[in-house]
């Protein structure tokens, strides 16, 4: 089952100084955290803070062109998450046509936020993202049991992400 998910904000892993994206879903009792790339996190925050760049990126061009070819972004699908890497699909709308395309899940955030489309995460997802193997480069997040840690994440709010700063 797909359950609709909102980008509840930003965070950095104190431990690997990676972002994450942290999406919630719109009664804010389940959370999927993504650690994603700095680029991809830099343009999910410009898109948050609505930043006018004076030129586009490279979301930004991709969404413009999507426009100019009259194809919509229907949806956005985080679709699995397997040896920690979290997987995705943009399904796009052309006329008649329905497709869906892979991608990673930030840049499909990323259009998503910019095209005003829903995001979704399948069920098991969430629950597979709560037993995330962090490794050795979590240090301290590794005693945490998996109640706790979903207790922690769950339990965010937005105040707890200042603005985030590229």
């Given at each position: 089952m797909l359950i609709e998910m909102k980008v509840f904000g930003l965070a950095i892993d104190p431990i690997t100084n990676t972002?994450?994206?942290?999406?919630?879903?719109?009664?804010?009792?389940?959370?999927v955290p993504i650690w994603i790339g700095l680029f991809e996190a830099s343009a999910i925050a410009t898109q948050l803070e609505k930043i006018d760049l004076t030129r586009p990126m490279t979301?930004?061009?991709?969404?413009?062109?999507?426009?100019?070819?009259?194809?919509?972004?229907?949806?956005?699908?985080?679709?699995?998450?397997?040896?920690?890497?979290f997987f995705?699909?943009?399904n796009i709308v052309k006329d008649e046509s329905d497709l869906m395309i892979d991608s990673r899940p930030s840049?499909?955030?990323?259009?998503?936020?910019?095209?005003?489309?829903?995001?979704?995460?399948?069920?098991?997802?969430?629950?597979?993202?709560?037993?995330?193997?962090?490794?050795?480069r979590a240090g301290?997040?590794?005693?945490?049991?998996?109640?706790?840690?979903?207790?922690?994440?769950e339990g965010l709010n937005p105040e707890d992400f200042g603005k985030y700063k590229m």
């Open positions: 972002p994450i994206v942290i999406l919630k879903d719109l009664q804010e009792k389940k959370v979301h930004d061009l991709m969404n413009d062109i999507l426009k100019n070819l009259e194809v919509d972004v229907k949806r956005v699908v985080i679709t699995d998450l397997k040896n920690n890497t995705a699909l943009i840049d499909a955030i990323a259009l998503a936020l910019r095209a005003n489309a829903p995001i979704y995460v399948d069920d098991s997802v969430i629950d597979k993202s709560m037993d995330i193997n962090f490794g050795n301290d997040l590794n005693k945490y049991t998996k109640e706790q840690l979903k207790e922690f994440l």
